[in-house]
């Protein structure tokens, strides 16, 4: 699956690599499209109460 989201974490999947996003919010589909010259992408937010962080990492996909 090239893009998995639930809770705290989101994973997009490409070409043999991931990208991680982990926070301690939850991590929805804002259910729109943002685009640019490269192409058209889902929009995801981050919500969280008072304070919130994000963790990102790009990992090689392993078994993906």
């Known amino acids: ?13 490409y070409r043999g690599w991931r990208c991680v996003y982990k926070s301690d919010g939850e991590i929805v589909d804002a259910g729109l499209c943002s685009c640019n010259r ?15 962080s994000l963790k990102v990492s790009i990992e090689k996909d392993v078994g993906g």
Do not use: K, Q, S, T
């Open 1 to 13: 699956m090239p893009v998995g989201c639930g809770g705290g974490e989101l994973v997009v999947r």
């Open 38 to 52: 490269n192409g058209r992408y889902r929009v995801f937010m981050a919500h969280g109460i008072n304070c919130l």
